[in-house]
């Protein structure tokens, strides 16, 4: 008899980590004081849809502070002495209706192992979180209990998960797996994985997740190859601990050194690497800095083997150092607007609201795209779609899906797998020099995608951003993305070279703006203004005093003079989390950033406000008048810019005079 196919195990975290329990453990379940009396020895009983009524209500919080001793190792836990603990978690319940809508597998096998009296109850929920016990097992000794349960009520949603309730001092989870039903044809499917790493300066993030990938060895066993492609000039092969890390990952690791040609060329190249290769089946893209569950790459490897058709297999994204909120879950392109967000909550903290109390979690949610800081491709996918588009830093991952949704391949976002990553609810980069790429990636990217004519509200929207920045004394962001509407009007054929020649420009331009220039040390000013807003003062403008708003202060900031003292000193000093529409009011400001490291000073220019805002108009107009022929340029285009051939002459691996001469170093250790 064959060993069963794994979709998903149970897991734990270490005890060291115990801000991350609530993820594994259900730290909202009530523990319960059950009688004294057990069930009479005898057989492991099934009952069917029932839960154990031998028990009395006197509830006690179990909260994760207490969850994190009972673990045992990853795979077991001991809940104590007439205890109950949920694993209907992020991490341990199965997301039914995400298997059921993409995969050909019609059911799961959920695979308990115990020791010790107890109780498992299995648990499902559909679409708007209802809940429904399904079936109920009491244990009373040391052995593996199976429940075979169908995907016939999982179509908009839904997930599976069980709860253990100890009746003995030595009841205690062993392991548990979600299995593949019995039904499933054989030999199972499957595919090596390439895992693909970008890195530019962070050693010690990136050895850390290497480090993390090498403990599991089921990552292992699925991985062909690991690449580092490093893009800075802190190299990781000259770091004390790469050689150990090297060695744990038992000849997969390669590292390649090349010059920093963004996301989007490190991402490249290793799908370069992995389609030259011809060993592996899907390559997963993986940012340097990110803390990861290992589990979590072999349920997506898992997932994307049993998907019906091709299908980019992606994973959520938590906040490194608040780790219970889930940043990101499922996320679109509207095409209207042409701008990314989440289509669900933002923001979710696990410790208020549990899976099981979050009923908007309940629902499959199917996404436009999957950030890069964690997301699996078939080789399939990119050898008919190609690489990335060749733009630095962003938009790169979103249309990377769009453009494969165009040939029928899809993403999927796939709860229970997922990464930890620093986000980015405490920064405002479309503020500062990745403001160029913010705007002019997301033109391109519009001519490509775009299903609207003049592409819907995208210009009005792009001419309210730069109105909104000039009146908040922002001009070089305003300068940044005038220089983006201007390479977007000259054509694609620049934007492999703009990969390594933007980038300076953009920061010697900083040199002319104040306000590009942040300040750490508030002393420097002489007498610096008292912080004046408290947050929740004014109302921003609506209806018609929209038009008042603009313009009354169109007259002042074009027209009007700044006081005498705007160069010497702020007039007030704002936090980040003042609303912009205050801002105009002063000819002076100091505004702290987003992360609270220093401030920003403005001072208003009336040359520079009437200056900028001719460029806008104009600029965005230009490119609106055009949209047609732009969009028939870009696209026509699409294929060679995406083509290997084109990158590799890009990252110089074509024999020809490089646009940017890459290093390759492979590790001493080859596989």
Known sequence: MSDPIVLQKVVFPSASEPDVAPLYVDPDEWTNVMRSTRPPAGDVKHRRGAVPDDVESTPVRLTHHNVVPMLDGRRGLRPGFQKRVSLGSYF?????????????????????????????????????????????????????????LGFDHFIDGGWYWFDLVSRSDDFALVSAEWQAPPSTPTPAPSGALTISITTLNRTDYCLELLATLATDSDVLAGTDQVIVVDQGTEKIQEQDRFAEVEAALGGRLRVIEQVNAGGSGGFSRGMIETLTAGTSEYVMLLDDDVVIEPESIRRALTFARFC????????????????????????????????????????????????RQTTWMHQRIDVGYNGWWMSLIPVKVIREIGLSLPVFIKWDDAEYSLRASDHGFPTVSLPGAAIWHVSWVDKDDSRDWQAFYHARNRLVAALLHSPHRRGGRLPISNLAQDVRYLLTMDYYTVALRQLAYESVLAGPAALHSELTSRLPQIRALATSYRESKLVRTLS??????????????DERPRGRAVYKFLARNFLRHGLKRPNDTSEDRPDVHLPSSAPWWIVPSFDSVAVTNAEGSGVTWHIRDRARFRNLLWASLTNNLRYRNRWGRLTREYRRDLNRLTSPEAWKATLGLDGTTPRSRPVDKPATTTK
């Not at 050909?104 to 109850?121: N, P, W, Y």
């Not at 209802?130 to 040391?142: F, G, I, K, N």
């Not at 000013?525 to 003062?537: A, E, K, M, S, V």
């Open 92 to 148: 341990n319940a199965f997301p039914a209706s995400y298997w059921r809508r993409w995969t050909t597998i019609d059911g799961v096998r959920l695979s308990v192992t115990t020791t010790g009296m107890g109780d498992l109850i299995v648990y499902r929920s559909n679409a708007r979180g209802l809940v429904q016990a399904v079936e109920s097992t009491q244990v009373d000794s040391a052995g593996t209990v199976t429940f075979d």
């Open 308 to 355: 019906a058709s091709p299908t980019i297999v992606g994973g959520h994204m938590f906040d490194m150092y608040d780790k219970t909120k889930l940043h990101a879950f499922a996320e679109t392109v509207d095409t209207w607007t042409f701008m990314w967000g989440p289509i669900t909550p933002s923001r979710h903290d696990f410790t208020s609201s549990n899976l």
């Open 524 to 537: 420097q000013f002489d007498r610096f203004p008292r912080t004046t807003y408290i947050d929740g003062n």
